[in-house]
């Protein structure tokens, strides 16, 4: 069966820090994997989506990035942390980009900035 | 561009009772599915249901079932018996090229 992990699962950074969020998909070859993040009370905003190694889509410009060094490693990064970069990342993946195609979520990231 | 709205933010609902969440969505595709997600305070997303666009019948898995209405553009979810466990934030979710959230329902169950 497929799993996902995110690590950590709590972070605490200041402002102006570097970050490094990993995902990583078992049980499956060449998923799509997908970044999402929830601020407080919010729904999920798409930051980024992978179809395959090194191919990156952004949908929200910011200071953050993702970089997919393997086939089933997804990293969420950023040079320097904002205090609006708070929040709960969570790490998604799916068979396809398809309509037929559930994304199963990883057990996720909260982030804190001070 | 499609767009999914949960117009109900917080809900409640008796223990063993039946509560219904609503969302709507607009869209101008035709191949699309819908979905809800459950995110109890562990905060992991788990799906719950999910029902396919093309099909008239509507899903139900044990006591979570969903009342689709296509030329409506609406996608209730209907939870019986409702349980301690059910507690948690509820996000309909919208699939056609990429997936779109509402912005989630949060049920209280009282016991």
């Known amino acids: 069966s497929q799993t996902i992990h995110q690590w950590p699962a709590t972070l605490v950074q200041p402002v102006g820090s570097p970050l490094s969020l990993e995902c990583t998909v078992e049980g499956t070859s060449n998923p799509n994997l997908y970044w999402y993040r929830q601020a407080a009370g919010r729904g999920l905003q798409l930051l980024f989506y992978s179809v395959g190694i090194g191919q990156i889509s952004s949908e929200v410009p910011q200071n953050l990035s993702a970089s997919r060094p393997q086939d089933r490693q997804f990293i969420l990064s950023s040079k320097k942390l904002l205090l609006s970069d708070s929040g709960f990342y969570l790490c998604?993946?799916?068979?396809?980009?398809?309509?037929?195609?559930?994304?199963?979520f990883g057990p996720g990231t909260r982030l804190t900035v001070l | 561009a499609q767009t999914v709205t949960q117009s109900q933010p917080e809900m409640s609902v008796q223990e063993a009772e039946t509560v219904t969440l609503s969302c709507t969505y607009d869209?101008?595709?035709?191949?699309?599915?819908l979905f809800w997600y459950k995110q109890p305070p562990s905060r992991q997303m788990i799906l719950v249901i999910r029902?396919?666009?093309?099909?008239?019948q509507n899903a139900t898995e044990n006591r979570f079932s969903v009342n689709f209405q296509k030329a409506a553009k609406s996608f209730s979810l209907k939870i019986s018996d409702s349980q301690l466990g059910d507690a948690a934030m509820y996000f309909c979710?919208?699939?056609?090229?990429?997936?779109?959230f509402g912005t989630g329902t949060s049920l209280t169950v009282i016991p």
């Open positions: 998604a993946w799916s068979r396809g980009l398809g309509s037929t195609d559930t994304q199963y």
């Open positions: 979710a919208y699939r056609g090229n990429q997936f779109y």
């Open positions: 029902q396919e666009a093309y099909k008239q």
């Open positions: 869209t101008s595709e035709s191949d699309y599915y």
